[in-house]
C-alpha cells in the first residue's frame, strides 16, 4: 500500500512526458502553427493530397518521356499545365478577395479529383495518347489557378500574424516531405509492373483518393477573419487592376517579383526535365526519375526546416539571396554531373536551395501585403511561382532538342547570374520594404 502514491506520481509523470513534448514542439520554432487545430488540419490533410499530387506529376512525366522519348514534350506538357495556371490565376485571384474562400476551396478540390478520376480510366484503359496528356494538362492547369489562389489566401487566416511564417514554412516542410515520398512510391509502382501503363494509371487513381481527405477537411474548418473588404465593391476589372496597382506601387515589391521571375523561369526548370535526364543522359529509367525527384524532396525539406525557424520576416531577403547564389554553384554541377550519384548530390543542394528561396520569398510577400489584397498579389505571385518553372523547362527543352543539355543549362544559368548580380546591390532597399508589415505603411 504504501507504495501506490509512488506509483500513481510514476504514472501521471510518464503520461506528461508526450504531452510536455508536444507543449514544447509546439511553442518553439516552426512547430508554433500546430497550436491551431484547423491550420493542423489543413496542413495534414495538404500534406496527403500533396503525395498525391507527385504520384501524378511522375506518371504523367514519364509517361511523356515514353510515348515521344523528348524534352521539348517533357517541356510542352509541362507548360499546357503553366499556361492555363497563367490565364485563370489572375482571375480567380480576383475572385478570392470577392468570395466565400471556403466555399471557392471545396469546389476547386472536387473539381481535381474528378479530374484525376478520368485521367486514371483513360490510362487503365489504354486510351491515352501525347493528345490527351496535353489537354488533362490543360484542364489541371485551369483548376490549379483556380484552387492556388484560394489555398494561399487561407493559410494565413488559419494562425495569427506571429505565426504565419511558421504556417508558410510547415506547410512547403510537408509539400517537399510528399516531394520525396510521393516520387519514391511512384518509381516503385511503374517498376513493379510489366506494363508500365497500368502501374502509372493506378497512380492516378491514389491521386483522385488522396484528394478526398482534403475535401474533407475543408467542411471541419474555419477561418480567423474576413479579409474580404468592406464598403463599395468596385467591378471585376477594376479589381483586378487595383491589386496590380498595389503590387507596382510597393517599394521593392515589383524588382523582387522580376527576381522570383527569374528564378522559377531557369533554377526551377530542371524539375520539368527529369525525365529526360534520367533516363535520356544516364539511362537510369523510371527508378532514376524517382531517385532524381526524391533527392530534390529531401533537400527542400532541408530547406522548409531553415525557414519554418524564422519568427517573423527579419533577415529573409538576405537569406533569400543567398539561397540563390548557392542554387546557381549546384546547378552547374547538376549540368555537368560526370555520374548518376553526383547529380543526384546536386540535385538534393538544388533542392535545398530553391526550397529557402521560395519559401522565403513567399513568406515576405504575404507579411509585406494587406489582407484584402492578398487574393490578387498571391495569384500573381503564384504566375510566377507555377508558370515560371514549366515555361522555362519548354524552352529549355526545345534548345535541348538543338545543341546539348549540358551546355543549354550552362548558358542558362550564366543568364541567371548576370541578372542576379545586377539585383544584389538593390537586395538591401528590397529588404527594407518586404520585412516591414502593413501596418507600418499607409494605404492610398
Known sequence: MGHAPFKKNLKIQAMSVPSRFFGYITSHGMGRALRHRDFTLFALAGWI?????????????????????????????????????????????????????????RVSQSLLMLLSIGLAALTLAGFINIWGLLTFMALHGALEGFWTPVRMSMTPNLVPRADMASAIGLG?????LAQFIGPAIAGI??????DRQIGIGILFVITAFSFLG?????????????????????????DFREGVVYMLG????ALFMALMLASNLIMRAFRELLAGYADG??????????MLTSAIGIGAVAGSMVVANYKNAAGLTRLVFISYALAIVMQIGFALAPVFWFAVTCTAG????????????QVLVQSTIHGDMRGRVMSLWSIIARGGPAVGAWIIGVLTDIWEFQLVMIVATSIYLLFYLALLPKSRAMAASLESTPDDRPRD
Open 49 to 105: 493530397a500533396n503525395n498525391g499530387m507527385w504520384l501524378q506529376r511522375i506518371g504523367v512525366q514519364w509517361l511523356t518521356w515514353e510515348i515521344t522519348g523528348s524534352f521539348a514534350w517533357l517541356g510542352a506538357v509541362a507548360s499546357a499545365d503553366a499556361i492555363a495556371i497563367m490565364i485563370f490565376l489572375p482571375i480567380f485571384g480576383t475572385v478570392a478577395d470577392r468570395g466565400n474562400r471556403l466555399h471557392l476551396a
Open 172 to 176: 512547403s516542410l510537408f509539400f517537399n
Open 189 to 194: 509502382l511503374i517498376a513493379v509492373f510489366a
Open 214 to 238: 482534403y475535401w474533407v477537411v475543408l467542411f471541419m474548418i474555419r477561418l480567423r477573419q474576413d479579409e474580404t473588404r468592406g464598403g463599395a465593391r468596385l467591378g471585376f476589372i477594376a
Open 250 to 253: 510597393m517599394p521593392g515589391l
Open 281 to 290: 543522359i544516364f539511362q537510369a529509367g523510371p527508378e532514376g526519375l524517382a
Open 350 to 361: 538544388l533542392g535545398f536551395a530553391v526550397a529557402i528561396g521560395s519559401i522565403g520569398s
